[in-house]
C-alpha cells in the first residue's frame, strides 16, 4: 500500500473523528448493541478489503492498483477509527460486563488484522518475485511497491500489539495471543533477515563483477548496483522497525542487530544496547577467527611465494649489476665513469622493482590500482619537486655529453675543484683547500663547465717581464736553456719563447711549455723559480712599477687681467686657456 495515501487517509479520518462531540457515557445495553455493530462493521469491511485485494491481484494497471490500494487502506483505517471510538466508551464505562464486551471487538479487530498479514505476506513475496523478473527500468517501480508493504505490514504489526496491550490493562489473559503475535513477529523478522542477506549478497557479486569489467562496460552494472544497494537500505530500514516490536516485547534481537552492522558496516545502524554491542563484537571476532582458519594456509603460502620470488628478484638484480658492471668497464666500451655508475645502478634497482610488481601479481594482488596510485603520485610529485626534476634532467644531460668524469679538476657552478662523485641530482665537488661542495647539477649545466684536466696534455702559459736596458737575445738564451732543460716539458708539441709585449715598466716575454696535464703545477713553479735565480745570477733587471716625478719651479704671481679665463681640458687635467703644456704661461 502507498505510504503516501496510509498517512493522509489516516490524518483525514483522525481530523473528522477530532472535530466531533464526545459521546455521552452509554448503558451495557447500549454498548453491546454497538459491539454488535462494530464486529458487524469488521466483517462486511473484512469482506470489502479482500474484493479491493483480489482485484488488485488481476488487475495490471498501475493507476487502478493505487486507486485500489487507496480505498483498502481508507476502509481499513475507517473501520479502526470506528474501532478506537468504541473502546474509549468501553474505557468510560469501566466495568468488567463493558471490558469483556470490548474484548470480543479487540478478538475481532486483531483476527482481521491477521488477515490481512497473511495476504500481505503472500503479495510481499509475490513482490520480491516480480522484481527479480523485472526489467530494470521497472524494477524501481516494484521497489517502490515493496516499500509500501513493509510500512503496511509493520502497521499491522504495532495494531495487534497496540490491542494486546489494552487487552492486557484490562485484565484479560493474553498468554495465547501474545504468543501468537511473538511467533509472526519472530517469523517476519526472520524472513527479513534472510532477504537482507540474499540481497547483500547479491550486492557484493555485483561489485566484484563491476571492478572486473572495463570502463566502458561498467555503466549498465552500475544501475543494476545502485537498485541492489537501494533494496539493501530497505531491508535494513524495515528491519529496524520489526526491530522496535521484538524489542517491547522482550524479544532477542542481537542477531539481527549484528546482520545490520554487517550488511551496512556502520555500527550506528545496528547498536542500540549494550548486549546488542557485544554480540556484534563477537560476531565479529568469530568471523575473524573462521576467516583466519580457512585462509591462513592461502596466505602463508602466498607469503612464502612473495618472500621466494622477492629474493629471487634481489638475486637476480646482483647479478645483473655484476654483467652490466663487466660490460660497462671493458676497455672497448670507453664508458666514463658517471655513466658506468649510472647503468649499474639502474640495471640492477628496475630488476628489483620489476620483480617486486611480478611477486605482487603472482600473489593474487591486483596492480591496477597500484599502477594508476603511481601514476597520479608521478604527476602530484612531479608538480611538488620541479626543482628536483630539473636537477634529474641537467643529470642526465651531463650523463649523456660528459663534459667531466670522476677525478677530474673542472670548473663549474662557482666552485673549482676535483669530482668526487655524481647523481642523478647533484654533484660532489673537493676544492683544492680540501672542502667538498654538492653542487645541483642544475646550476652545473645551466653555466659555462671548465674542465681542468679533461685533456692529457696543456699548455703552461707564463709571463716574464725585463727591463728596457737588458739584452734580449741573453733572455731569450736563458729561457730557452730553462726550459729545455727541465724534465717534465714536452718535446712535442714545441715550447714557444716570444717577446710579447713593450709593457710601460717593463719588456714581456712569454713562455709556453707543453706538459703532461698531472705536471702542469710542478713545472709552473719550477720555470718560475728557475727563471728568478738565473736572472739574478746573469744581472737582468726584473722590473717594476715605475713612474717619473718632474718637479717644476712655480713663478711669483701675476696680476691677472680683468677678462675671464676659460679652462681646457687636457691629458694632465684643467689648464686655464693661454697656459702652455707644462702648466707655464
Same mark, same amino acid.
Given at each position: 500500500?502507498?505510504?503516501?495515501?496510509?498517512?493522509?487517509?489516516?490524518?483525514?479520518?483522525?481530523?473528522?473523528?477530532?472535530?466531533?462531540?464526545?459521546?455521552?457515557?452509554?448503558? &451495557?445495553?447500549?454498548?453491546?448493541?454497538?459491539?454488535?455493530?462494530?464486529?458487524?462493521?469488521?466483517?462486511?469491511?473484512?469482506?470489502?478489503?479482500?474484493?479491493?485485494?483480489?482485484?488488485?491481484?488481476?488487475?495490471?494497471?498501475?493507476?487502478?492498483?493505487?486507486?485500489?490500494?487507496?480505498?483498502?487502506?481508507? !476502509?481499513?483505517?475507517?473501520?479502526?477509527?470506528?474501532?478506537?471510538?468504541?473502546?474509549? %466508551? $468501553?474505557?468510560?464505562?469501566?466495568?468488567?460486563?463493558?471490558?469483556? $464486551?470490548?474484548?470480543?471487538?479487540?478478538?475481532?479487530?486483531? %483476527?482481521?488484522?491477521?488477515?490481512?498479514?497473511?495476504?500481505?505476506?503472500? #503479495?510481499?513475496?509475490? &513482490?520480491?518475485?516480480?522484481?527479480?523478473?523485472?526489467?530494470?527500468?521497472? %524494477?524501481?517501480?516494484?521497489?517502490?511497491?515493496?516499500?509500501?508493504?513493509?510500512?503496511?505490514?509493520?502497521?499491522?504489526?504495532?495494531?495487534?500489539?497496540?490491542?494486546?496491550?489494552?487487552?492486557?490493562?484490562?485484565?484479560?489473559?493474553?498468554?495465547?495471543?501474545?504468543?501468537?503475535?511473538?511467533?509472526?513477529?519472530?517469523?517476519?523478522?526472520?524472513?527479513?533477515?534472510?532477504?537482507?542477506?540474499? !540481497?547483500?549478497?547479491?550486492?557484493?557479486?555485483?561489485?566484484?563483477?563491476?571492478?572486473?569489467?572495463?570502463?566502458?562496460?561498467?555503466?549498465?552494472?552500475?544501475?543494476?548496483?545502485?537498485?541492489?544497494?537501494?533494496?539493501?537500505?530497505?531491508?535494513?530500514?524495515?528491519?529496524?522497525?520489526?526491530?522496535?516490536?521484538?524489542?517491547?516485547?522482550?524479544?532477542?534481537?542481537?542477531?539481527?542487530?549484528?546482520?545490520?552492522?554487517? @550488511?551496512?558496516?556502520?555500527?550506528?545502524?545496528?547498536?542500540?544496547?549494550?548486549?546488542?554491542?557485544?554480540?556484534? &563484537?563477537? =560476531?565479529?571476532?568469530?568471523?575473524?577467527? /573462521?576467516?583466519?582458519?580457512?585462509?591462513?594456509?592461502?596466505?602463508?603460502?602466498?607469503?612464502? +611465494?612473495?618472500?621466494?620470488?622477492? *629474493? =629471487?628478484?634481489?638475486?637476480? =638484480?646482483?647479478?645483473?649489476?655484476?654483467?652490466?658492471?663487466?660490460?660497462?668497464?671493458?676497455?672497448?666500451?670507453?664508458? !666514463?665513469?658517471?655513466?658506468?655508475?649510472?647503468?649499474?645502478?639502474?640495471?640492477?634497482?628496475?630488476?628489483?622493482?620489476? *620483480?617486486?610488481?611480478?611477486?605482487?601479481?603472482?600473489?593474487?594482488?591486483?596492480?591496477?590500482?597500484? +599502477?594508476?596510485?603511481?601514476?597520479?603520485?608521478?604527476?602530484?610529485? *612531479?608538480?611538488?619537486? %620541479?626543482?628536483?626534476? @630539473?636537477?634529474?634532467?641537467?643529470?642526465?644531460?651531463?650523463?649523456?655529453?660528459?663534459?667531466?668524469?670522476? #677525478?677530474?679538476?673542472?670548473?663549474?657552478? *662557482?666552485?673549482?675543484?676535483?669530482?668526487?662523485?655524481?647523481?642523478?641530482?647533484?654533484?660532489?665537488?673537493?676544492?683544492?683547500? /680540501?672542502?667538498?661542495?654538492?653542487?645541483?647539477?642544475?646550476?652545473?649545466?645551466?653555466?659555462?663547465?671548465?674542465?681542468?684536466?679533461?685533456?692529457?696534455?696543456?699548455?703552461?702559459?707564463?709571463?716574464?717581464?725585463?727591463?728596457?736596458?737588458?739584452?734580449?737575445? @741573453?733572455?731569450?738564451?736563458?729561457?730557452?736553456?730553462? $726550459?729545455?732543460?727541465?724534465?717534465?716539458?714536452?718535446?712535442?708539441?714545441?715550447?714557444?719563447?716570444?717577446?710579447?709585449?713593450?709593457?710601460?715598466?717593463?719588456?714581456?716575454?712569454?713562455?709556453?711549455?707543453?706538459?703532461?696535464?698531472?705536471?702542469?703545477?710542478?713545472?709552473?713553479?719550477? $720555470?718560475?723559480?728557475?727563471?728568478?735565480?738565473?736572472?739574478?745570477?746573469? =744581472?737582468?733587471?726584473?722590473?717594476?712599477?715605475?713612474?717619473?716625478?718632474?718637479?717644476?719651479?712655480?713663478?711669483?704671481?701675476?696680476?691677472?687681467?680683468?677678462?675671464?679665463?676659460?679652462?681646457?681640458?687636457?691629458?694632465? #687635467? &684643467?689648464?686655464?686657456?693661454?697656459?702652455?703644456?707644462?702648466?707655464?704661461?
Amino acid at each position: 500500500m502507498r505510504t503516501t495515501a496510509l498517512l493522509f487517509i489516516f490524518f483525514l479520518t483522525f481530523s473528522i473523528g477530532a472535530e466531533e462531540a464526545p459521546p455521552a457515557v452509554p448503558t &451495557l445495553v447500549e454498548l453491546q448493541a454497538d459491539g454488535h455493530a462494530v464486529k458487524a462493521d469488521i466483517d462486511a469491511t473484512s469482506k470489502r478489503v479482500d474484493r479491493f485485494e483480489a482485484n488488485w491481484q488481476k488487475t495490471e494497471s498501475e493507476m487502478s492498483r493505487d486507486l485500489l490500494q487507496q480505498q483498502a487502506v481508507a !476502509s481499513t483505517l475507517t473501520m479502526t477509527q470506528r474501532v478506537d471510538a468504541f473502546l474509549r %466508551q $468501553v474505557e468510560q464505562v469501566a466495568t468488567t460486563e463493558a471490558q469483556a $464486551v470490548g474484548a470480543e471487538v479487540i478478538r475481532a479487530e486483531n %483476527q482481521f488484522f491477521q488477515t490481512r498479514l497473511d495476504l500481505a505476506s503472500g #503479495g510481499l513475496r509475490n &513482490l520480491f518475485e516480480q522484481y527479480e523478473k523485472a526489467e530494470p527500468d521497472k %524494477q524501481l517501480l516494484v521497489l517502490l511497491n515493496i516499500d509500501d508493504f513493509y510500512s503496511y505490514v509493520n502497521w499491522l504489526l504495532g495494531e495487534r500489539q497496540t490491542n494486546l496491550k489494552t487487552l492486557e490493562g484490562w485484565g484479560v489473559d493474553i498468554r495465547k495471543e501474545q504468543r501468537s503475535l511473538n511467533r509472526e513477529i519472530v517469523q517476519y523478522a526472520e524472513f527479513m533477515a534472510a532477504y537482507l542477506r540474499s !540481497s547483500t549478497r547479491q550486492r557484493e557479486l555485483l561489485q566484484g563483477e563491476l571492478k572486473s569489467l572495463p570502463a566502458d562496460a561498467r555503466s549498465a552494472f552500475e544501475g543494476k548496483l545502485a537498485t541492489q544497494d537501494r533494496l539493501v537500505r530497505s531491508a535494513v530500514n524495515n528491519l529496524k522497525q520489526v526491530l522496535v516490536l521484538m524489542e517491547e516485547q522482550n524479544l532477542p534481537v542481537d542477531q539481527y542487530n549484528e546482520l545490520i552492522f554487517k @550488511s551496512t558496516g556502520n555500527l550506528a545502524e545496528a547498536v542500540v544496547s549494550i548486549g546488542a554491542m557485544r554480540t556484534v &563484537l563477537t =560476531g565479529l571476532w568469530e568471523d575473524i577467527q /573462521n576467516w583466519l582458519k580457512a585462509n591462513v594456509g592461502g596466505i602463508l603460502s602466498r607469503v612464502v +611465494l612473495f618472500v621466494a620470488l622477492m *629474493g =629471487g628478484a634481489v638475486l637476480l =638484480g646482483r647479478l645483473v649489476r655484476r654483467g652490466i658492471s663487466r660490460a660497462v668497464t671493458h676497455k672497448k666500451a670507453r664508458f !666514463s665513469t658517471l655513466v658506468q655508475e649510472f647503468f649499474i645502478t639502474i640495471g640492477g634497482n628496475l630488476v628489483v622493482i620489476f *620483480g617486486f610488481l611480478f611477486a605482487l601479481a603472482q600473489v593474487g594482488w591486483d596492480l591496477t590500482p597500484v +599502477l594508476t596510485g603511481l601514476g597520479v603520485a608521478g604527476i602530484v610529485i *612531479g608538480f611538488a619537486l %620541479q626543482d628536483t626534476l @630539473s636537477n634529474f634532467a641537467s643529470g642526465m644531460m651531463i650523463l649523456i655529453y660528459r663534459p667531466y668524469d670522476v #677525478g677530474d679538476y673542472i670548473e663549474a657552478g *662557482g666552485v673549482a675543484g676535483k669530482v668526487g662523485k655524481m647523481s642523478l641530482v647533484n654533484t660532489t665537488i673537493r676544492t683544492f683547500d /680540501n672542502q667538498v661542495f654538492m653542487v645541483p647539477n642544475a646550476k652545473i649545466w645551466g653555466e659555462t663547465i671548465k674542465n681542468i684536466t679533461s685533456e692529457r696534455i696543456r699548455r703552461v702559459d707564463m709571463v716574464f717581464g725585463v727591463a728596457y736596458t737588458d739584452n734580449i737575445e @741573453s733572455v731569450e738564451a736563458i729561457l730557452e736553456e730553462i $726550459v729545455t732543460s727541465h724534465p717534465k716539458v714536452l718535446k712535442t708539441p714545441e715550447h714557444m719563447i716570444r717577446l710579447h709585449l713593450l709593457n710601460e715598466s717593463s719588456v714581456d716575454f712569454v713562455v709556453r711549455p707543453w706538459v703532461k696535464t698531472d705536471d702542469y703545477w710542478d713545472v709552473y713553479w719550477d $720555470v718560475t723559480r728557475e727563471v728568478k735565480v738565473r736572472f739574478d745570477q746573469e =744581472g737582468i733587471t726584473i722590473p717594476f712599477p715605475q713612474r717619473e716625478l718632474h718637479m717644476h719651479t712655480i713663478q711669483p704671481p701675476v696680476e691677472l687681467s680683468d677678462e675671464p679665463i676659460s679652462l681646457q681640458r687636457s691629458d694632465t #687635467g &684643467l689648464r686655464a686657456a693661454g697656459e702652455g703644456e707644462d702648466g707655464l704661461v
